[in-house]
């Protein structure tokens, strides 16, 4: 079949199929040429494909596009249309004709469907035909036929500690001592960049903990197992992407414990996760997380995720999550919102496994002269990563494997420009924040002044903020909630001057108090 005839059967494909994945199947084709052909006829879009399709019309050029979207230069070309004459010549046959019918049909629905920025958007008082909504499964219909093309500037995050296997006496110790209403609980307004390390320093200035201890981030166990498919293999592909591997023989995990007692120990901590955002380690890369994935899979084959926990030297909880990326590459928005970069990471696998050989070969002799070859490895690093698509309504923290505190996290609202969606192109993002402006929520609700002016402050600042709270801070070796109950209950209720000042003394050093204090100094 010539390339002509091809891009034709795809489209007369497409009518009938809906589907991408099955329209690359049945052609026997791969999905990014498929997607092409569908972009460059105007009949499948997505948040990527729109920004990518409106930074070439400006005049980019692939690098330029790949740098300002954060995504490699093959995703690029993977979203951008043909160029005329290279597919489409030749006379058509009967299913070009009908896929041609089609497409003026289709074409003729989005007429007049425009914004202020020219991105195609639904109007809601606009019926589609049903020809026009996909039924391709990784396409879920947002908030109209198109979706949105920009991101959001802040998340709210509700940041709940896990009390389950109380007894109902501790219960109402933390209630009555422990100024407990619901539970023990945070909500914070963050940046949309920030970083899950720098959420690991919110939280520990949140819940009043002092960094002592091993922490890490995992999925919940449902979206861990649906990622892996028990599979060791699937899971080794993912290393670098979503997982870091158990390995801890590596210093760079501890790059940032650079605390010294030149300063307070809380500005230390804010320093930590006030923007702006980056991570210095080396082990969160694709390239160094693949190189263990090459090892062990030469040493061990395949096998179970079963087998993996079990065996000597690896944590039975594999489910460790990259931190030097975002919040929303991981944690799904609120209302069926998506992150901007939201295509399956299926789709970019490939090609990070095809170049990755050849990337570590140069990784390594780069890393022989690190700060000569620092502009190298930084390219190395930005084609090495993706954004891919969240997955989870909620992630959990563990912090202090011995008093095994965890916190579960959920993103209860997304704030976005509403007069200006398209800021984040902006080289200087910062000037669109000042003065006013009117901010959109994830619910599409106009956001009040009072509740803008902090998200303003947020994203200027780039330091988040902590807009509720419930229950008393919390310190390093409590023993768990149980512990920290029954210290509150002590505390509260005993006479003796010795056991106050035992129970005391852990506490006082960490720099506990009984106060509940102002929301403005939780952060």
């Known amino acids: 079949m010539s390339e002509q005839d091809l891009y034709q059967a795809i489209l007369a494909d497409y009518e009938k199929t809906q589907s991408i994945k099955q329209t690359a199947a049945n052609l026997n084709t791969n999905t990014i040429k498929v997607r092409r052909v569908l972009i460059t006829e105007g009949l499948w879009s997505s948040k990527t494909s729109i920004a990518v399709g409106e930074l070439h019309a400006k005049g980019y050029s692939t690098s330029e596009i790949a740098k300002e979207l954060f995504i490699s230069e093959k995703n690029v070309q993977s979203y951008l249309p043909y160029t005329k004459g290279a597919y489409g010549g030749g006379s058509k046959n009967d299913d070009a ?21 020219g991105s195609p958007v639904m109007d809601e008082n606009k019926v589609l035909p049903a020809e ?58 963050i940046p949309a960049d920030m ?40 899971w080794l592909r993912l290393c670098g992407v979503y997982f870091r591997v158990p390995d801890d023989d590596r210093e760079d995990i501890y790059w940032d414990a650079d605390y010294d007692e030149s300063i307070s120990f809380k500005n230390w901590l804010k320093s930590k996760y006030t923007g702006p955002y980056y991570y210095a380690g080396g082990g969160d890369y694709y390239i160094e997380n693949q190189r263990w994935v090459n090892w062990f899979k030469q040493k061990y084959g395949s096998m179970s995720i079963e087998k993996v926990r079990s065996m000597h030297g690896i944590p039975q909880d594999i489910n460790f999550l990259l931190e030097r990326l975002a919040v929303p590459d991981f944690l799904n928005l609120p209302n069926g919102n998506s992150k901007y970069f939201a295509e399956p990471v299926e789709d970019f696998l490939s090609y990070l496994e095809e170049d990755n050989e050849k990337h570590q070969d140069l990784w390594d002799e780069m890393m022989i002269n690190p700060r000569e070859n620092f502009d190298v490895i930084e390219g190395l690093i930005y084609a090495s990563t993706i954004r891919m698509k969240s997955q989870a309504d909620s992630l959990i923290y563990r912090y202090d494997y011995g008093d095994n505190w965890e916190i579960t996290i959920t993103c209860e609202n997304a704030y976005y420009m509403a007069e200006d969606p398209f800021y984040w192109m902006s080289e200087n993002k910062l000037t669109h924040l000042a003065g006013e402006i009117v901010l959109e929520d994830a619910f599409e609700n106009t956001v009040d002044i009072r509740e803008t002016k902090i998200v303003q402050e947020v994203c200027v600042k780039q330091k988040p903020v902590c807009v509720a709270s419930d229950g008393l801070n919390l310190f390093d070796d409590a023993g768990g909630v149980k512990g920290f109950a029954k210290f509150l209950e002590t505390l509260n209720t005993t006479t003796r001057k010795d056991v106050l000042e035992e129970i005391l003394e852990t506490p006082k050093m960490y720099g506990w108090t009984a106060k509940e204090g102002r929301l403005e100094s939780k952060l």
């Open 132 to 189: 026009v909504k996909s039924h391709d499964e990784e396409r879920q219909i947002e908030r109209g036929y198109i979706p949105q093309s920009s991101r959001p500037i802040a998340l709210k995050l509700h940041l709940e500690l896990n009390m389950d296997g109380i007894t109902k006496q501790e219960r109402k110790a933390l209630e009555k001592y422990g100024k407990v209403k619901q539970g023990i609980s945070r909500d914070v307004i």
């Open 195 to 234: 970083t899950l390390r720098a959420l690991h320093y919110v939280i520990q200035r949140a819940f009043g903990w002092q960094n002592s201890h091993l922490h890490y981030f995992k999925f919940p166990d449902d979206v861990f197992d649906k990622l892996t498919q028990d599979s060791s293999d699937q």
């Open 97 to 117: 004709e009908r896929a041609a019918k089609y497409r003026s049909r289709k074409r003729a629905a989005v007429q007049g469907i425009k914004n202020l920025n």
